[in-house]
Structure formats: structure tokens, C-alpha cells
């Protein structure tokens, strides 16, 4: 889970780098055909201050992705109403400066592209979270395998004395050793358990101790 959440991260992060520099490149490429657009444009319009008044409010600013995309926009409109004059002064200087038509569209597309990087390089896609829930789920996977580990070794243990039985560190609690004891039969001239009346010496009542409570020794245990 954690080397899918972190992988996700990584692409998700190449991804935003590579929106962010398309997003670069689409600027330089319009902040320089929009100043170039600007002197083709004050060329043909000539040096009225009326003519020279429209460029300026067309050029506007590049104060973001979309006031950039707009002056290119308007500039573009400005061409197509000076390549609507066919005959007079402007028309020849249309041709002088080559203002045609395929210009016009080229700075019509590159408002586009433009536009489109930059509604690219917003979208954000939201990080991918990992719920409690997941986590949980996980946990309870883990602690199934774990019980079944240790359920193995000690059924080998009892088999086999040399085969290791687990001990238990942060799941002790969950998984705590205990021994299975082995009915032995009553001891000779004698019955099992302890003896009427009495104990035996040091403390400890006579007879076969209970066997302890082996947290593994129920199968259909719920986990």
C-alpha cells in the first residue's frame, strides 16, 4: 500500500512538472509573437493617434495565461478588420509588413494553445488518501498471516523439539506463547489429582497441573 501511495505521488508530481513546463513554453512562444504581432500591427496602422490608441488597448497585458491569450485575441481581430481594407494606404501597407491571413490564424491558435495549457497546469488531480478504514483492513490481512505463522511453528514444535517456536515482540500481546500440556497418566499406587486431605511440599497442589489456555489451539478461533 505504501509503495503504491508513493508511486501514485511520483507520477502525480512528474505529471504537474510537465504541465508546468508546457505551461512555460506556451508563454514564451505568445509573449513573443504577441510583441512581434504589435510592431506588424503599428506598421500598417500607421502613425495616427487613433490607429496607435486601438493597438495599444488590443495589446493589453501578460499579467496571467489569460490576459495574454486575450491581447493575442485581440490583436488577431485588429489584423482581420486591416486585411478587410483591399484597396488605399493601409491595404499596401498590409503587404509591406505581411499581414495576410495565415498570420492572423497563427495568433488565433497560439491564444489557444495558450488557454488550453493553462486550464491544463490548474487541474490539479487530488492526491489519492488512504482511509482508516484501508489501513485497518491491511492490519486485520497481517495479523491473520501472522497467526497462521505462528500456529505452524508451534504445531511443528510439538512434532519436532528442534524446530523453534516464534516468539512474539510487538504482538505479544496478540499472540502470547503458552505450552500445551499433555494428559499424563496417575502416578503408580496412586489417582490423579491431589491427594485427599493434604498438599504437597513447598506449596503446589498435588496432581497433573491444568493445562493453559493456548490462544492457537482453537482453529475455528475468530481472529
Given at each position: 500500500m505504501l509503495e503504491a501511495h508513493e508511486s501514485a505521488g511520483q507520477k502525480r508530481d512528474a505529471t504537474r512538472a510537465t504541465k508546468d513546463a508546457a505551461l512555460r513554453d506556451a508563454l514564451s512562444r505568445a509573449l513573443l509573437l504577441r510583441d512581434q504581432a504589435y510592431e506588424v500591427l503599428?506598421?500598417?496602422?500607421?502613425?495616427?493617434k487613433e490607429p496607435r490608441e486601438e493597438l495599444a488597448?488590443?495589446?493589453?497585458?501578460?499579467?496571467?495565461?489569460?490576459?495574454?491569450?486575450?491581447?493575442l485575441t485581440q490583436l488577431a481581430a485588429l489584423g482581420k478588420r486591416h486585411l478587410a481594407q483591399k484597396k488605399g494606404?493601409?491595404?499596401v501597407r498590409a503587404r509591406l509588413m505581411r499581414l495576410d491571413q495565415d498570420y492572423v490564424e497563427r495568433l488565433e491558435e497560439t491564444a489557444r494553445e495558450l488557454t488550453q495549457?493553462?486550464?491544463?497546469?490548474?487541474?490539479?488531480?487530488?492526491?489519492?488518501k488512504v482511509t482508516a478504514g484501508d489501513l485497518d483492513r491491511a492490519d486485520g490481512i497481517n495479523l491473520i498471516?501472522?497467526?497462521?505463522?505462528v500456529r505452524v511453528f508451534e504445531r511443528a514444535n510439538e512434532q519436532d523439539p528442534?524446530?523453534?517456536r516464534l516468539v512474539p515482540i510487538a504482538t505479544r500481546r496478540l499472540f502470547s506463547r503458552s505450552s500445551r500440556k499433555k494428559t499424563t497418566g496417575a502416578p503408580s499406587g496412586g489417582t490423579t489429582g491431589a491427594p485427599s486431605g493434604g498438599t504437597t511440599g513447598g506449596g503446589a497442589t498435588g496432581g497433573t497441573p491444568p493445562a493453559e489456555d493456548d490462544p492457537l489451539d482453537d482453529d475455528g478461533a475468530p481472529v
Open positions: 503599428r506598421g500598417v496602422g500607421g502613425s495616427g488597448q488590443a495589446y493589453g497585458t501578460a499579467e496571467d495565461p489569460a490576459a495574454l491569450a486575450r491581447g494606404p493601409l491595404a495549457a493553462a486550464k491544463t497546469a490548474a487541474a490539479r488531480p487530488a492526491g489519492q498471516l501472522l497467526e497462521q505463522i528442534t524446530i523453534p
